[in-house]
């Protein structure tokens, strides 16, 4: 599989949104958000991105390009513990025409969708954005509880609570 970077994929997703001539809003999370944020040795092969538009026409489009992507009209559905609200507000764009808008999450909205999961490489993702946004542990934990609290009641959000609490530790040795 190619690797995918940030300028490639923005100019394919302004091909796609040119041609259909219809608004398309993207959130980008994952690889793609971090080249943004700064690392950009990750690598990825996908999109991962919330989208308000055609999805289902994008996701063809992106499938005959070759182009795995991961999208969903809503990224709190992807995990038993919701985003903090307001996290679509919270957005800094990085891409506007007439068309379509590109955006990433906050730092710290960005640092809860990785501790959802909770991978080596979550942690890796989210510990890199503390430390070049200089996020304090209790902004993440306001974050993490807004989450909990705007979760459905689950088993999981007691290992999220667990994880955010290893996370914190480990954001002390930073």
């Not at 999370?29 to 990750?42: F, K, T």
């Not at 092969?45 to 289902?56: N, P």
Request: glycine share 6%; charged share 25%.
């Amino acid at each position: 599989m190619p690797q995918l970077d940030l300028d490639s994929v923005i100019h394919t997703l302004k091909a796609f949104s040119n041609r259909e001539k219809k608004s398309l809003q993207m959130i980008l999370l994952g690889g793609l958000a971090l080249h943004h944020y700064g690392m950009e040795e990750r690598s990825t092969i996908d999109i991962d991105a919330e989208v308000v538009g055609d999805l289902e026409s994008l996701f063809h489009f992106l499938k005959s390009k070759k182009i795995p992507s991961d999208l969903s009209e809503n990224i709190s559905g992807w995990s038993v513990v919701a985003m903090p609200p307001g996290y679509r507000d919270r957005t800094t764009t990085l891409f506007q025409s007439e068309y379509l808008q590109i955006g990433v999450l906050d730092p710290c909205d960005f640092v809860v969708s990785k501790l959802r999961r909770f991978t080596e490489t979550d942690i890796e993702d989210a510990l890199f954005i503390v430390k070049k946004f200089g996020l304090r542990p209790e902004q993440i934990a306001r974050s993490a509880e807004a989450a909990i609290a705007h979760s459905i009641k689950d088993t999981g959000l007691f290992l999220f609570k667990k994880n955010v609490d290893l996370f914190l530790k480990r954001t002390a040795e930073i």
